[in-house]
C-alpha cells in the first residue's frame, strides 16, 4: 500500500493498537490487557483457600498468547499443577523441567563474566539459605560483607585459571590462612592453592587481584572472631552446597538452556526442586530466579514473558524487591501469591512488604482467616457513600392497626467491610484495579464456565 493511501486509512480507522494492549482476560467488568498483567498482580488468600486455583486461568492466558518464563516451586504438588497448564495449552513442547532427573544444566557463569554480579548472585543465595534471619541495618551490613567475601574469591579465581569457577572458589575458601599466624606459617604457604592464588594476584597488574590478596591476607584474618565463624559458616554453606550433587551437575558444564530462552523463544522452566524439600531446592529457585530478574532487565524485548512466584513469602529476595520497580518496563509480568501479611513480615519486614505491594496494580483478596489481612484489604478497597435501610413499626392506641416506615441513611464506611473477606467461598475473590472493584471467581479447569474470570 502506497504512502497516501496508508494515511487515509489511519485517518479514517485510527492508528494501529499497540501489541500490549491486546486483552487477555476478562474479569466481571475489569479487562486485562498484556500492560495490566506486566504491571504487576498480587493475590493473597489462606491456605488451602484457591491461591493455585485463581492463578491457573491468567497462566494459561499467557501461555495461549504464547509468552514464555520461569516458574519456581515451593511445594512437589506446584510441579504438576504448572505441567498441567502447560500441556493443557500444547505448550508441553517448550516446557524445560528443571532437575536432576531431566538431566537439565543451567551454568549461570556462562553469561556471568563479572566479579560484581557473581557475587551479587551468591549473596541473593545466601540470603535465600538463610531465609531472611538479618533485617534493616544488620542485613545491609551482612550482605555487604559477604559480598566482599565473593567479590574476591572470584577476583582470584579469574587470575589464577582465567574464569569464575565455582569449584574453585571454593577450593580457595576452604584452603584460605584461619589466623595471621597460620598465613606466615611455611607449612601453610607450601602447596596451598589459596598462598598460590595469592602470590599470582600479586605479580599481575590486575587491581581486583590486588585488593583480593590484601583482603585474605591483612583484613579477613584479623577480623573478630563472631563475625569472621559467621561468615565462614555461610560461605561454606553455600559454596558446599553448590560443589555436591544435585546442584554440582545442574550448574556446571555446558547449559542446555538459557535466559534468552525464557525471554525470545517462548520457553518455560519450572523448577523440579521445590524450596520447602531442601536446602538444595532453595539455591536452585534462588539462582534460576537471580538470573532472570538480571537477564529480564537488560534489553528491551519484542515479545512478554512471566514470573510466577506462588507462596511468594518463601521467594522474595532483596534482588527481586529492587527489579520490581522497572521490569514492568521490559514485558515481564510478575505474579506475587501468599497468604497473609504476616507471613511475607516475618521475611523481609513492614516496610519492605509495603513497599513490594505498592508495586502490584491488580490485587486479588481471596478468602481470609488472618484478622490483620482482612483489615488491609478492607483498607486497600478505600471507603465511600454507604447506604443503610432501616424499618420502624408503630401500631395505634386501640392496637388494631399498625403502620411501618423505611428510612435510608447514608455514612461513610468501607466498600468492602473485613468480615467480607471472610465470608468468600473458595475460588470467590474481590478485584482491586486502578480503584475499580469487581467480585470475580475463578474455574480450576475450564476458565470462562459459568461466569468465571475468562481469557479473551
Keep these: 500500500m502506497n504512502t497516501l493511501l496508508e494515511r487515509i486509512e489511519s485517518a479514517l480507522i485510527g492508528p494501529e493498537p499497540s501489541v500490549s494492549e491486546r486483552e487477555m482476560l476478562q474479569l466481571s467488568q475489569l479487562t486485562l490487557t498484556r500492560r495490566s498483567l506486566t504491571e504487576g498482580m498480587l493475590a493473597i488468600a489462606s491456605i488451602g483457600r484457591g491461591k493455585t486455583t485463581l492463578l491457573r486461568t491468567p497462566l494459561r492466558a499467557m501461555l495461549r498468547d504464547g509468552w514464555g518464563g520461569l516458574i519456581p516451586t515451593v511445594k512437589d504438588s506446584m510441579i504438576a499443577d504448572m505441567s498441567e497448564c502447560i500441556c493443557a495449552e500444547s505448550r508441553d513442547a517448550d516446557l524445560i523441567l528443571f532437575d536432576d532427573k531431566a538431566h537439565s544444566v543451567f551454568n549461570p557463569f556462562a553469561s556471568i563474566t563479572d566479579i560484581n554480579e557473581a557475587a551479587a548472585l551468591l549473596t541473593g543465595v545466601s540470603e535465600a539459605l538463610n531465609k531472611g534471619n538479618h533485617t534493616g541495618s544488620d542485613a545491609s551490613f551482612w550482605k555487604q ?10 577476583a582470584l579465581c579469574q587470575v589464577q585459571a582465567g574464569k569464575l569457577d565455582l569449584l574453585l ?83 556446571s558444564g555446558e547449559s542446555t538452556f538459557s535466559m534468552r530462552d525464557l525471554f525470545d523463544n517462548g520457553k518455560i522452566c519450572v523448577v523440579g526442586l521445590p524450596v520447602l524439600s531442601s536446602d538444595s531446592g532453595r539455591i536452585a529457585n534462588a539462582i534460576l530466579q537471580f538470573c532472570f530478574c538480571r537477564e529480564a532487565v537488560k534489553a528491551k524485548r519484542d515479545h512478554h514473558s512471566f514470573l510466577i512466584l506462588d507462596e511468594g513469602q518463601e521467594l522474595v529476595t532483596t534482588d527481586l524487591m529492587e527489579k520490581m520497580a522497572v521490569i514492568r518496563e521490559f514485558k515481564v509480568a510478575v505474579f506475587f501469591l501468599t497468604q497473609n501479611l504476616s507471613v511475607v513480615d516475618q521475611r ?109
Design 169 to 251: 572458589a571454593a577450593t580457595l575458601f576452604d584452603s584460605r590462612a584461619k589466623t595471621p599466624a597460620e598465613l606466615q606459617d611455611p607449612n601453610w604457604r607450601t602447596g596451598n592453592p589459596m598462598w598460590a592464588a595469592i602470590q599470582s594476584a600479586r605479580a599481575s597488574n590486575d587491581s581486583d587481584a590486588g585488593k583480593a590478596a590484601h583482603y585474605f591476607m591483612e583484613t579477613f584474618p584479623h577480623q573478630s572472631g563472631g563475625l569472621q565463624s559467621s561468615l565462614v559458616a555461610t560461605v561454606e554453606g553455600v559454596l558446599d552446597q553448590l560443589s555436591r550433587e544435585p546442584l554440582r551437575s545442574l550448574f
Design 348 to 456: 523481609i519486614g513492614q516496610l519492605a512488604r509495603e513497599g513490594l505491594f505498592g508495586l502490584m496494580a491488580t490485587r486479588i483478596f481471596g478468602p481470609q482467616n488472618h484478622a490483620a489481612t482482612r483489615q488491609w484489604a478492607a483498607e486497600q478497597c478505600g471507603k465511600g457513600q454507604q447506604t443503610a435501610k432501616s424499618t420502624s413499626r408503630s401500631r395505634s392506641n386501640r392496637g388494631s392497626q399498625s403502620s411501618s416506615s423505611e428510612t435510608l441513611s447514608s455514612r461513610w464506611d468501607y466498600i468492602c467491610p473485613p468480615n467480607q473477606f471472610a465470608q468468600l467461598d473458595i475460588g470467590e475473590t474481590i478485584v482491586l484495579r486502578n480503584d475499580e472493584i469487581a467480585r470475580v471467581h475463578w474455574h480450576p479447569t475450564h476458565p470462562g464456565r459459568g461466569g468465571s474470570g475468562r481469557i479473551i
Design 145 to 154: 560483607q559477604l559480598q566482599l567475601v565473593f567479590r574476591h574469591l572470584f
